[in-house]
């Protein structure tokens, strides 16, 4: 509605628009946060993946069955197996 607006009142159709918003510094700050507990997440979420792991690949050291590692770590056989093959990263 602007582009049409500003076309009308100067004639004139080539422009360039730029429209920004302007949030109240309250706003800012919660989206502030939000995005650095979403960073924080990421990395525990990595961490968490990352210690699953090496409790998986340490009882297939111990000589458990993937089934068993499976039902230790409530996930499934095959889950398992991707576990404990897994390189660590």
């Given at each position: 509605?602007?582009?049409?607006?500003?076309?009308?009142?100067?004639?004139?159709?080539d422009?360039?628009?730029?429209?920004?918003t302007?949030?109240?510094?309250?706003?800012?700050e919660?989206?502030?946060?939000?995005?650095r507990?979403?960073?924080e997440?990421?990395?525990?979420?990595?961490?968490?993946?990352?210690?699953?792991?090496?409790?998986?690949?340490?009882?297939h050291?111990?000589?458990?069955?993937?089934?068993?590692?499976?039902?230790?770590?409530?996930?499934?056989?095959?889950?398992?197996?991707?576990?404990?093959?897994?390189?660590?990263?």
């Amino acid at each position: 509605m602007a582009r049409d607006l500003i076309t009308v009142m100067t004639q004139d159709a080539d422009f360039a628009l730029t429209i920004e918003t302007k949030l109240p510094q309250s706003v800012q700050e919660h989206l502030d946060e939000a995005r650095r507990l979403r960073k924080e997440e990421a990395e525990c979420r990595s961490n968490a993946a990352r210690e699953t792991r090496a409790a998986a690949q340490e009882l297939h050291g111990m000589g458990l069955a993937l089934q068993q590692i499976g039902d230790i770590l409530g996930v499934s056989r095959q889950r398992a197996h991707q576990l404990v093959n897994a390189v660590n990263a």
